[in-house]
C-alpha cells in the first residue's frame, strides 16, 4: 500500500476504536458531492443527466462541513462533478484539514492549473487526479481530445509545488492487461503517490453501456494484469485484500455504508454508485433506515458487476482486522494469479422456487461487515 504510515495509523486508530466499541455499520470514507456540474461529458458517467436547474445547485460550505462532523470518517473524498467548479471548494477543504481528517479532492485537473494557488500542500490533503488509462484511452473515455497531457502537466507542477497527488483510474471495455500494466509503469515514472484502480460501474443514467466490464472478465483481466506487475513495484492505493479480491481470490460482498454519500439532494441511499434509490435527511437516518439486506451483488441487480473500492475497500478493511495474518500474507506475496477463482455469490433475483417446493441452495461464504 502507498499510503503514508502517518495516515495508515490514524485510519486503523479508527478501525480499532469502531470494533471495541462494539459499532456494527460505521464509516470509512464520507463521499461529499457538493455539486454535480461538470467540465466534461465522459461517456461512463452516470453524474451529470440533470436539468440545468440541478447542476446549478451547490451545497453550502456549512453543508458541507455539517457533514463531515455528523459522519466522523477520517477520510472525505469530494467528488462530484468537477469539485472545481465551486467556488467556495477552498474554504470546504480548509475547514476538514482543520479537523484533521483527510481530504482526496477528486478532478479532471482541468481546471486545476488556474485553482493550485488556492490550496497549501498538508498532510491531510491529496489531489486524486482522473486518468483512464494511457492518451489515446483516458481522451477516448472522458470523449475530448487533450484532456491526458493537460492532466499530466498538472500532477507534474503539483508534485513540484508539494501536494500529495494520486492517479484515479477506471478501467472499461477492451482494456488489455499488457497496457493497463503500461500505464501503470507510466504513473510510476510521473511520480504519483499511487494508483486507484477499479472496473467501471454500469451507471444506469451513463450515455454508453457496452463499455462496462462484466465482474468475471474484470477478474480475469487483473489477474494478467498483477501477473505482468511481478517485480515492477507499482504504487497501489488500496489494501492487500482488496487487491486479491479484484483478482477473484476473496468472495465479498460490499459494504455500502462504508462509504456514504452526501449531496445536493440529502444523504444518498444507499451508496455513492446508485443514483435512483432514495435520500434520506441526516447521517442517522441513512445508517438506520436504509434496507441494507436489498443491497449487495448477490441481491440487487444492479450491483451485480460492481467490484468498485468505494464498495469493497471497507469490506477487506474488516477483514483485515478479523484476518491480519491473511491481510499481511497477501502483502507479501500479492494477489494470486492462477489456480481456482473464489467462488461468487448466486444472485438471489434468479434462484427459482417451484410452488409448495422449497430448493436447496448452495452457501457461499460472503464476508461483510453486517
Same mark, same amino acid.
Not at 88 to 116: D, H, S
Given at each position: 500500500m502507498s499510503v503514508p504510515l502517518r495516515q495508515q495509523i490514524s485510519v486503523a486508530s479508527y478501525l480499532l476504536k469502531q470494533k471495541l466499541k462494539g459499532v456494527r455499520r460505521y464509516p470509512l470514507v464520507l463521499m461529499l458531492e457538493p455539486l454535480f456540474r461538470c467540465n466534461l461529458a465522459c461517456a461512463g458517467c452516470g453524474k451529470i443527466d440533470y436539468p440545468d436547474e440541478i447542476l446549478n445547485r451547490r451545497l453550502s460550505?456549512?453543508?458541507?462541513?455539517?457533514?463531515?462532523?455528523?459522519?466522523?470518517?477520517?477520510? =472525505?473524498?469530494?467528488?462530484?462533478?468537477?469539485? $472545481? /467548479?465551486? *467556488?467556495?471548494?477552498?474554504?470546504?477543504?480548509?475547514?476538514?484539514?482543520?479537523?484533521?481528517?483527510? =481530504?482526496?479532492?477528486?478532478?479532471?485537473?482541468? $481546471? /486545476?492549473? *488556474?485553482?493550485?494557488?488556492?490550496?497549501?500542500?498538508?498532510?491531510?490533503?491529496?489531489?486524486?487526479?482522473?486518468?483512464?488509462?494511457?492518451?489515446?484511452?483516458?481522451?477516448?473515455?472522458?470523449?475530448?481530445?487533450?484532456?491526458?497531457?493537460?492532466a499530466v502537466e498538472v500532477i507534474k507542477l503539483a508534485i513540484e509545488k508539494g501536494f500529495r497527488v494520486t492517479v484515479n483510474c477506471t478501467l472499461f471495455q477492451g482494456e488489455s492487461a499488457e497496457e493497463v500494466a503500461e500505464f501503470l509503469d507510466y504513473t510510476k515514472q510521473l511520480g504519483v503517490e499511487g494508483v486507484t484502480i477499479a472496473p467501471g460501474f454500469s451507471y444506469e443514467h451513463a450515455p454508453l453501456q457496452n463499455i462496462f466490464i462484466k465482474m468475471r472478465e474484470s477478474k480475469e483481466l487483473f489477474r494478467k494484469v498483477f501477473k505482468l506487475g511481478k517485480g515492477r513495484d507499482w504504487k497501489l492505493n488500496h489494501s492487500s485484500l482488496y487487491l486479491d479480491f479484484l483478482a477473484g481470490n476473496q468472495s465479498y460482498n460490499c459494504t455500502p455504508w462504508g462509504n456514504p454519500t452526501r449531496n445536493i439532494f440529502g444523504w444518498q441511499k444507499p451508496c455513492y454508485l446508485l443514483v435512483d434509490e432514495g435520500y434520506a435527511p441526516s447521517f442517522k437516518a441513512l445508517m438506520d433506515e436504509t434496507p441494507w439486506h436489498k443491497y449487495g451483488n448477490s441481491k440487487n441487480p444492479k450491483c451485480a458487476n460492481c467490484m468498485a473500492h468505494c464498495g469493497f475497500e471497507a469490506t477487506a478493511a474488516e477483514d483485515s482486522i478479523r484476518n491480519p495474518l491473511k491481510a499481511a500474507w497477501a502483502a507479501i506475496r500479492g494477489p494470486r494469479t492462477e489456480g481456482p477463482m473464489a467462488p461468487e455469490p448466486v444472485p438471489e433475483w434468479e434462484v427459482k422456487q417451484p410452488e409448495g417446493e422449497a430448493v436447496p441452495r448452495p452457501v457461499i461464504p460472503i464476508r461483510a461487515i453486517d
Open positions: 460550505v456549512e453543508d458541507c462541513l455539517a457533514a463531515v462532523d455528523e459522519c466522523g470518517a477520517p477520510i =472525505v473524498s469530494i467528488a462530484g462533478g468537477e469539485p $472545481l /467548479l465551486h *467556488k467556495e471548494l477552498p474554504q470546504v477543504v480548509e475547514g476538514i484539514i482543520a479537523r484533521k481528517k483527510y =481530504v482526496y479532492l477528486c478532478t479532471n485537473a482541468l $481546471l /486545476l492549473k *488556474k485553482r493550485m494557488d488556492d490550496y497549501k500542500p498538508s498532510p491531510y490533503l491529496t489531489f486524486s487526479i482522473h486518468l483512464d488509462g494511457n492518451q489515446e484511452r483516458h481522451d477516448a473515455s472522458v470523449c475530448q481530445s487533450g484532456v491526458f497531457d493537460r
